[in-house]
């Protein structure tokens, strides 16, 4: 079970997962993902993925396409710092 909360404030928009980011909640966030692109394109994004528990490669995969489109990746902890860094910095 993945839960996607999205805050926008005057200067971002936050997307705060908590759960698991695998199998068809990918898929939720990618809808969620496109869904503010068209809608809330002047604010840059972050993904908080601090109370993320479990990434599977096609979480991973989605993770790099939001990073790519230029967003921020916010982790803590071991799994989503890792899977940050990997992301981030090809590690």
């Known amino acids: 079970m ?8 005057k200067h971002s928009t936050i997307f705060q997962l908590e759960g ?5 909640w990918v898929q939720e966030l990618d809808r969620c ?3 503010s692109a068209s809608t809330k394109a002047a604010h840059p994004r972050v993904v ?7 990434v599977d490669a096609e979480g991973k995969g989605l993770l790099k ?5 230029g967003a921020k990746l916010v982790a803590s902890g071991c799994v989503t710092s890792s899977v940050v860094n990997e992301i981030t910095h090809g590690g």
């Open 48 to 54: 908080d993925l601090s109370a993320v528990t479990y």
């Open 65 to 69: 396409k939001i990073f790519q489109a």
């Open 2 to 9: 993945l839960r996607i909360t999205i805050r926008t404030d």
């Open 20 to 24: 698991r980011l695998a199998g068809a």
């Open 33 to 35: 993902w496109e869904a």
